[in-house]
Every structure is written in C-alpha cells, then in structure tokens.
C-alpha cells in the first residue's frame, strides 16, 4: 500500500521558497555569478551595467530580511488593495445584491456566455492596472456560484485573463506610456528622429483581445469545468421578487449617477471638469495615471465607494439593510475570517522581497538581455526567439518596466537593424511578457489568486502546484495566440495601430 502523497499548503511552500531563495543566493554569491547589460542614459548614451547576486546567507542578509520583513509587508501592494476594496465588495454581497443580480444574469443566459463576459471584462480590466484582480477574482467566484457552478471556475478564469491577458491593452496605460518612453530612448540610437503615435497598437489589441476572449472561453468550459467537482449548491433554485428587481434598479442608478460625476471629472477642457486629473503631465494618460494624478491616488477608494454606493441603494430599498449597526456589519462583512489570508499574504510578500534583494532575478534577466543582443537572426526566427526568451525572463522578474530597461537597448536596435519597428518590439515585448505572468508565485497577485481558491475550496488544501497546474492550459494556448496573430501581423504587414506598421523605414 502506498502512502497517500504529503500537501504543502500555500503558507509552506512561501516558507520554503524563501529560504531556498536565501541558501541559493549565497552560493550564487560565493560562485561570483553576475551579468552584464546596457542601459540608456538620459543624455542617450549607452551605459554599461554588471550586477551580481546579492548573498542573504550573511549577517547583512538576516539584517534586510529582520528590519523589512514588517515594512515590505505593510508596503505590499495586494494587501492594501485587498482589504479596501473587499469593503466595498462585502456590501455589495452583504445587502444581497450580488445574489440577485447574478442570478438574475445568469438564470436564462447560456454558461459560455456568461464565461466569455467575465474573461472579456478581466481582460479590459487590464487597463486599471492591478486592481483588477482585487475586483474579478471575487466577482468571478460569486458570479459562478450564484449560477450554481464552482466558484473556482470564476476564479480562474478571471486570473488568467488578468494575467496571461496583462500585455492585452487597446489603450495606452501608464505602464505602457513608461514602456514608450524607454522604447524611444532605444529607437534613438539607430535614429535620432524616430517617433512613435499614441495609438501604435490599436489594431494589433484589439485582435488579441478577441481571440483571446474566444479561446479562454472555450479552455475554461472544455478543460477547466469539465475537471472540476460539483460544488454545493449548485442545485439551488433563487426566486428573484419585484421588491429585488426595484433594488437593483435603485443601486444600479445610483452607481451610474456616482460614474457620470466620475467620468466627468477626468474629462479636461469642460466647465468645472478634470478635478481629478494631473493637469501638468503633457499627456492625457499621465494626466490620468500619473503618480501625482487624484484619479490614480484616489482610485481604490473611487471603486470601493462605488460598489458600497450601489449595495447601500439595494440594500435600504430591499430592507437588507435597516440602520446604523447593519451598515457597519455589511462594511466587514468581507473581512471576516481574513486571518489565513494575511497570513498568506505576509509569507508571499516575504519571499517576494527577499527575491528581490537577491538579484537572482535581475541578473538572469540581464543574462537573456545579453542572448537577445546575440541573436543572429531575422524575420520570424527572430520574432520566435525573442517571445520563448521574454517569457522565460518573466517567470523570476515580473516586473514589466525594470524588465525592459534592461532588455529595450538590446532588442529595439536589433529590430530596427532587422527592419522591424520599435512599436512592433514593446508590443511582442509587453504580449510575451504576460504568456508566463500566471506562472509565476514571484508575480504579487498570484496569492490573491491563491487565497481565493482556498476561500472557497470544499475538499483539500489547495496547493501551489495546483493553482499553477489550472493556469498551464491557458499559458501554452497564450503563448499560440501571441505567436500567430504577432507573426500574421509581420509577414502581411498590415499596420498595428494608428499609423504604425510591423516594419520600420527610418533614418530618412
């Protein structure tokens, strides 16, 4: 008889993880492992860099982990997006709305449908940056079990379009304007008058970002549901009254009066409009998310005040809600029982910070930096190449903008030296980026997805390896989508967006 095989919970694996990182780096460290890369200066000059593995396995390491441990915690940006943002959402399910309104969606429409929603909602969400995981990952488990599925099927499917899904932007966004901005410091060094439009990867998202809505559909009925246990309740049956139907009508109107006030305030040039815009950034995306932007300062608490707006409306309407102490209740009601997720939280955030300090991470990157300035190639082998090498530099630094200014003053020259252009090189950069963003524990939501899966598992742990095996599927059918609609793209030559094509002519 064999043993039933050991599950290490998520909180272990974090344990673990850290102090392989720890031991590892001090074997780096005595190996003397270190790499070279080229950076660009603001005079637009190239600098050479060599960093190394910074060793923890010391006194100056236990010192970083011991006096930041607390800091890198409370600093860790899931942990405070979470807990403001699940305020609002536990008024939302608190005062019953949610239950209604997704019972009354889900009731008489098709289960692909209401799929393809919620991935085509998390990929747009994309554009708001990481607060979309805070949103989706609950709303997809309440939107799934309300239709009487398994909430992990929300989950999910809402992560990896969140994820694999993150380099899919029809918009320019503020990570995407710092990518440009890096993108043109490189175009500069093959030619000084090189310029790139705001709208250069229009066309090119915009095809992404149906197929990718399309084909995660279908890998979420096919081969996630299909895999997943019944979950409880699936068979219950919820009658939705006139007095609910007036409540959602009443919290969506007051959630679509508090938007308007919203959208009107980001609007510049109208009377009174754009108080809450940076109105000395130079263009519109950094007026809006810029650091000094209220928008972008303020957003969370926009959102959270948001959702609390439409669940008070349904809730007073529908009596769910009837004074003071049950608004305060409906305020916690989605913090209750959130110690196991701080906990995992704290582990996550410390593994991840002491990643961070040991360069391990940086100097792999900076080692692909060097293969992709070697690379002999042209055409499609190049395209090829340079997305398997970007992927695989993503797993230990996800981290999109200090990524690319070690790999942008290597790649965008050789693409341009290739006839490629620039845009065409941040838009495979920024797409083969998100094929292994899901991948990843160093990626900082990837415990949000985590803890989710945990909050509403019946059965066992639910282990890291299990929420990576669920993203395996979509990772290699992104990594296809990318691959096609990139190398359809540069072999018909068909513009990526507004006046941007695949190919580059400069220097004229």
């Known amino acids: 008889m ?31 492992v270190q790499s070279e890369y080229t950076t660009i200066s603001s005079t637009g000059t190239l600098v050479n860099n060599i960093i190394e593995v910074d060793s923890l396995l010391s006194t100056g390491g236990l010192k970083y982990i011991v006096t930041h441990a607390v800091k890198n915690f409370m600093s860790f940006t899931p942990m405070s997006i979470l807990v403001i943002v699940l305020i609002g959402i536990g008024v939302l399910e608190k005062s019953g709305f949610l239950k209604s309104f997704f019972t009354l969606l889900t009731k008489n429409s098709k289960k692909n449908t209401v799929t393809f929603i919620l991935i085509f909602i998390s990929l747009l969400l994309s554009l708001f940056g990481d607060i979309g995981f805070v949103i989706m990952l609950p709303i997809g488990a309440l939107l799934f079990k309300y239709g009487r599925r398994n909430p992990f099927g929300g989950i999910i499917a809402s992560f990896a379009a969140l994820s694999f899904g993150s380099g899919i932007n029809i918009f320019l966004t503020a990570n995407d304007s710092s990518l440009l901005k890096l993108t043109l410091s490189a175009a500069k060094i093959t030619d ?161 910070s002491v990643f961070e300090e040991s360069n391990i991470g940086s100097v792999f990157t900076a080692l692909i930096s060097g293969l992709i300035g070697k690379i002999t190639f042209t055409g499609f082998g190049l395209i090829i190449i340079s997305i398997i090498l970007i992927a695989i530099s993503n797993l230990l630094l996800p981290s999109s903008v200090a ?106």
């Open 192 to 352: 000084i008058n090189y310029k790139i439009g705001t709208f250069f990867s229009l066309f090119i998202m915009i095809v992404l970002l149906i197929v990718t809505s399309f084909v995660f559909t279908y890998i979420t009925e096919k081969r996630i549901m299909t895999r997943l246990p019944k979950y409880e309740g699936d068979e219950e049956e919820i009658v939705i009254s006139n007095k609910e139907l007036r409540g959602i009508i009443v919290g969506l109107g007051l959630g679509a009066v508090y938007a308007l006030i919203i959208i009107y305030m980001i609007i510049p040039g109208l009377p009174l409009s754009g108080a809450l815009l940076d109105h000395n950034a130079s263009i519109y995306i950094d007026m809006l998310f810029g650091a000094k932007s209220l928008f972008n300062q303020g957003f969370i608490f926009i959102v959270t005040a948001f959702f609390a707006l439409i669940g008070f409306g349904y809730g007073f309407m529908c009596k769910t809600i009837k004074n003071t102490k049950d608004v305060t209740e409906s305020l916690a009601y989605s913090l209750d029982n959130i110690g196991n997720i701080m906990v995992l939280l704290f582990f996550a955030s410390l593994f991840i």
């Open 403 to 508: 990524k690319w200014k070690m790999i942008s003053s290597s790649l965008v020259p050789l693409y341009m030296n290739a006839s490629i252009s620039p845009e065409f090189a941040q838009i495979l950069y920024v797409t083969s980026s998100s094929i292994t963003c899901g991948l990843t524990p160093l990626f900082p939501f990837f415990v949000i997805y985590l803890a989710f899966l945990e909050k509403y598992n019946k059965e066992d742990i639910v282990t890291m390896k299990d929420g990576i095996r669920y993203m395996i599927p979509y990772a290699a059918y992104m990594m296809v989508i990318v691959l096609i609609v990139l190398a359809g793209f540069y072999m018909i030559g068909i513009p990526t967006g507004v006046g941007s094509f695949p190919g580059v002519s400069y220097g004229a």
């Open 2 to 32: 064999f043993k039933k095989r050991k599950r290490i919970s998520p909180v272990m694996t974090f344990i673990i993880l850290t102090f392989i990182t720890i031991l590892l780096s001090g074997i780096l460290h005595l190996l003397n």
